[in-house]
């Protein structure tokens, strides 16, 4: 066994399961093409290595947290350029996670395992879909292209990780900065989210659009309750399902690559795609259906 401080990269595809569901021999192909054409050559342009694998995932380890997160930045811009040539719903939007830490070799087949490879994984599951999502230990070593920013996407409890991790998202610099210095007056409304799903049972939150304001990552509705702010506690509805954000004066919520998808009016989202809301909208989580009402 050897052991060597490494960066990790861990990618995941966002909604896998339902565009297998819906075309499996053509998700297939579009997924092997990106690990042709976006994948390996921006690994090997950063000097990486592609470990491995795993039907929609895929790990690569390099030698600095710098290189990777390089790396993760052109697979993501890369990726945009791959699905222009692909109808919307077809478009792969992928997870990405980087984390800077220890990793077992495995000599054999150089295969990597440990606390490094699963917080890169955890990691990955916080970013958003198409988007990229690092660990406090890379933020602190890594200078971003001018065109990018660190978010502060604050700290989470993950599965099988004792201690609190914290993520910092990258994202265009100028988006950063506006959500950072925007200032506006949002008027004292409270949101009402409630409905039921198709066994009759009861779900409901509350939201206040002054708190909204407050958090420029928005505030995540799921299943999980340690990593989401808003909670529907339902089996259809993902660990980290759906967002809700102001754009403007203007309420928004974004599918984040749900497994059993999010609508609106009976408008399915599409990942990534934030849409607006408004009092009276019926929104749906997996198979439950929530009326907004304006308090």
Not at 8 to 25: C, N, P, Q, S
């Amino acid at each position: 066994m050897q052991r060597r401080l490494a960066a990790i990269v861990h990618a995941d595809l966002a909604g896998f399961t339902r565009m297998m569901e819906g075309a499996e021999t053509r998700t297939f192909r579009h997924l092997k093409s990106a690990q042709i054409e976006v994948w390996r050559p921006a690994i090997d342009a950063g000097n990486g290595r592609l470990v491995g694998t795993a039907g929609d995932a895929m790990l690569a380890e390099f030698g600095s947290a710098v290189t990777a997160v390089g790396a993760a930045i052109d697979i993501q811009e890369r990726m945009a350029r791959f699905n222009e040539a692909l109808s919307v719903e077809q478009r792969m939007l992928f997870r990405v996670g980087v984390h800077l830490g220890e990793v077992i070799v495995d000599e054999e087949d150089q295969n990597i395992f440990g606390d490094g490879v699963n917080l890169a994984a955890r990691i990955q599951a916080l970013a958003e879909p198409g988007g990229i999502a690092v660990s406090r230990a890379v933020r602190d070593l890594v200078e971003l292209r001018v065109e990018y920013a660190f978010v502060d996407g604050g700290e989470h409890q993950v599965k099988n990780v004792s201690r609190a991790v914290q993520v910092f998202h990258v994202r265009p610099a100028k988006a950063a900065v506006t959500v950072g210095t925007t200032t506006r007056m949002v008027p004292q409304i409270t949101l009402r989210f409630e409905g039921t799903d198709s066994a009759s049972n009861k779900h409901a939150f509350e939201v206040t659009l002054e708190k909204l304001m407050g958090r420029s990552q928005g505030m995540v509705i799921g299943r999980a309750a340690d990593q989401c702010d808003l909670v529907v506690a339902h089996a259809t509805v993902s660990r980290r399902h759906a967002r809700l954000s102001l754009a403007g004066e203007a309420l928004q919520v974004e599918d984040l690559g749900s497994t059993n998808g999010t609508a609106v009016g009976g408008k399915a989202l599409r990942a990534g795609e934030p849409v607006v809301l408004h009092a009276g909208n019926k929104l749906r989580l997996g198979d439950v259906d929530l009326l907004i009402r304006q308090l």
